[in-house]
């Protein structure tokens, strides 16, 4: 059964900080994997897909890694703003085109203060 | 605009009351899914449809029920087997079974 681990789960940082969230999973073969925000009483956001033939993607501040054989990915936010205050999620994707499921961890909840 | 609409946003059950939450989309997406975010569980996923008229079973899909009748609607029902239903539901689509998915904005269930 895929698990899915963030660490830390909440953290504090004052503005323009460069910051990283981590995730780990249990099953390296996966289809995608997936960041999310979440702000309180939303849905999610999506912010980066990474495929699982591929090591990063960026948008932006943005950018997350991945280390499918060591069931790692990285999230890193550059020049942190208040407005980046959220929850993070990540997510995995694992059966192929037929199926799609996404396995989601905890999240880390991210304060930026000014 | 493209996107997920759930409705409505916030809903109050009754003891013994089966609920629906609607979710529609025009991203003209083949796959849909339903999840629920409890406190300190994350998302869970309760049924997923790749295709019209076709649904399965998530990890938590006891007490509740499903249909998919349009590419462009995934009804979900809270049953009044489902003992626990006061949560956040969730829903989400994508191109294809695996693909990228986009979620709609949430409706809050709260059992009076």
């Known amino acids: 059964k895929q698990e899915v681990t963030q660490i830390p789960a909440a953290l504090s940082v004052p503005e323009g900080e460069n910051l990283v969230l981590n995730c780990s999973f249990t099953?390296?073969?996966?289809?995608?994997l997936q960041w999310f925000r979440q702000d309180p009483g939303k849905g999610l956001t999506s912010l980066l897909l990474?495929?699982?033939?591929?090591r990063e993607q960026t948008s932006g501040r943005l950018n997350a890694s991945l280390d499918k054989s060591s069931g790692r990915s990285t999230l890193y936010i550059a020049a942190s703003q208040p407005g980046d205050s959220a929850t993070y999620l990540c997510?995995?994707?694992?059966?192929?085109?037929?199926?799609?499921?996404?396995?989601f961890g905890q999240g880390t909840i991210l304060t930026v203060h000014p | 605009d493209g996107g997920i609409t759930q409705s409505p946003k916030y809903l109050f059950r009754k003891e013994g009351q089966n609920v629906t939450l609607s979710c529609e989309q025009n991203?003209?997406?083949?796959?849909m899914y339903w999840y629920r975010q409890d406190p300190g569980q994350g998302l869970r996923l309760i049924y997923y449809s790749q295709i019209v008229n076709d649904f399965q079973k998530g990890d938590i899909a006891e007490g509740y029920s499903v249909s998919r009748e349009k590419k462009e609607s995934f009804p979900l029902t809270v049953t009044s087997a489902q003992k626990n239903p006061t949560a956040f539901y969730l829903c989400a689509s994508s191109a294809a079974g695996g693909g990228e998915q986009f979620f709609g904005p949430g409706t809050r269930l709260t059992v009076l």
């Open positions: 991203l003209n997406h083949d796959a």
């Open positions: 099953d390296s073969a996966i289809y995608n």
């Open positions: 997510a995995v994707s694992t059966g192929g085109t037929s199926y799609g499921k996404l396995t």
């Open positions: 990474i495929q699982s033939s591929q």
